[in-house]
């Protein structure tokens, strides 16, 4: 199983992005998919997480109200809209993938099989 992260860049502050992860080697419809963001010297961040059949969703405080997360399984693929941006969403963000029996945790990521390699967003003027 593969996780490929999009969509990241360099946007100004209050501007937007979406951020694409795609899965290839499996299907994610029973994958929990989140999204987690580290930047150096500071522990990993859980963003946002959807459960697999999309009912439930999770989002950090530091998102709330500004972040939404979505997922098309039929193209094995999560999404991260992210709106208002600030200087400190500046972070990697990874994408992650949780199967069955869905153990990890959707706020520090441990658990969680399959991880993305990152996209850098950094938000600056």
């Known amino acids: 199983v593969q996780v490929q992260e999009s969509g990241g860049g360099l946007v100004q502050p209050g501007g937007s992005l979406t951020l694409s992860c795609t899965v290839s080697g499996s299907s994610i419809s029973t994958y929990a998919m989140c999204w987690f963001r580290q930047t150096p010297g500071k522990e990993r961040e859980g963003v946002s997480c959807?459960?697999?059949?999309?009912?439930?969703?999770y989002y950090g405080d530091s998102v709330k109200g500004r972040f939404t997360i979505s997922r098309d399984n039929a193209k094995n693929t999560a999404y991260l809209q992210m709106n208002s941006l600030k200087p400190e969403d500046t972070a990697m963000y990874y994408c992650?993938?949780?199967?069955?029996?869905?153990?990890?945790?959707?706020?520090?990521?441990?658990?969680?099989?399959?991880w993305g390699q990152g996209t850098q967003v950094t938000v600056s003027a």
């Open positions: 959807i459960s697999y059949g999309g009912a439930s969703t």
């Open positions: 992650a993938a949780d199967p069955p029996p869905h153990s990890g945790s959707w706020v520090t990521g441990v658990g969680f099989a399959y």
